[in-house]
């Protein structure tokens, strides 16, 4: 399976904080946001990953991420040259994918929650059909809402309606079969001339394979695309790690756990980031693990 992070666009909600600089490359508290959407695609078990940016961003990306082969996996790059859509991500990566599966996660949404690896891992099994999540929220106008039927099935998808049937949004982690290719080369642009990922899940719904998870309490969801939600992330993300003396989203972690890269390797990376305090944490791990 393939993985394809949107880190595209122009960020206008962080306007005028993301005129020099990515949303993606934004802190959330940390580390830079983008290494959230990376890691729960790692944490699903995909190695090749493909991330979507602009060409004015794409070395700032570079510089940071490198080709992932310190971290055990394959990162390779595409332009998107304007705003196009979320499902315009499927047509500029129709090479990338080949005749794989694929995920697409979106460059500004956190996921954490127990049980999470699990989850992701038994979705990423490939299968025909697409697999979306859930999370209940307040204010579901502002998402596309998918409402179920009394067996908990996904039975309809709206894109920020002014009456919403449910409270329930679709997050932006998106499990898909190789069909999905050609489904987004037949979606029509909408509103802002953009792709809307919507129209791809109505697509599997309508043919009755679409599959729903519902993301319960134990699990957190964070759209990090507007200054409040941002602030309201790296809160969050500083009171887990700050209480429990863990890190969310930590790709040398992610990458040693799920035995991308040795003992060696991870030492190796605790050396070059000591100076923070990150390498710290990285040899505590470590460390315990060697009791």
């Keep these: 399976m393939k993985g394809i992070i949107l880190a595209g666009g122009t960020g206008s909600r962080l306007y005028p904080i993301t005129r020099v600089v990515s949303k993606q490359l934004l802190p959330v508290y940390d580390k ?74 979106l460059g500004d949404n956190i996921l954490f929650g127990n049980g999470l690896t699990r989850l992701l891992q038994s979705v990423r099994t490939p299968k025909p059909g697409a697999t979306v999540f859930a999370y209940r929220v307040k204010d579901p106008e502002n998402y596309g809402v998918v409402s179920f039927n009394d067996q908990g099935i996904g039975i309809d998808i709206e894109e920020k309606p002014q009456k919403p049937k449910s409270n329930f949004a679709l997050i932006g982690l998106y499990f898909y079969d190789n069909q999905v290719v050609k489904i987004a ?57 700050s209480r429990q003396g863990i890190k969310i989203a930590c790709p040398e972690e992610i990458a040693w756990y799920m035995g991308y890269i040795t003992n060696k390797d991870l030492e190796q990376l605790a050396d070059n980031l000591m100076a923070s305090g990150y390498g710290n944490y990285l040899r505590e791990i470590l460390m315990e693990q060697n009791g």
């Design 32 to 105: 830079p946001m983008i290494y959230f959407p990376l890691t729960t695609l790692m944490l699903s078990g995909i190695r090749d990953i493909q991330i979507i940016t602009t060409r004015e961003h794409q070395h700032a990306f570079q510089t940071l991420l490198g080709n992932g082969h310190q971290w055990g996996i394959n990162l390779s790059w595409c332009i998107q040259e304007e705003p196009g859509g979320i499902a315009e991500a499927f047509s500029l990566s129709e090479d990338f994918i080949g005749n794989d599966h694929c995920a697409l996660a």
């Design 185 to 241: 080369r037949d979606v029509k642009p909408g509103l802002n001339n953009e792709k809307h990922i919507t129209d791809i899940n109505q697509k599997y719904l309508e043919m009755g394979n679409l599959q729903v998870e519902r993301l319960g309490r134990g699990f957190a969801w964070l759209d990090a695309g507007t200054v409040d939600s941002l602030h309201n992330a790296s809160a969050f993300v500083r009171s887990v790690e």
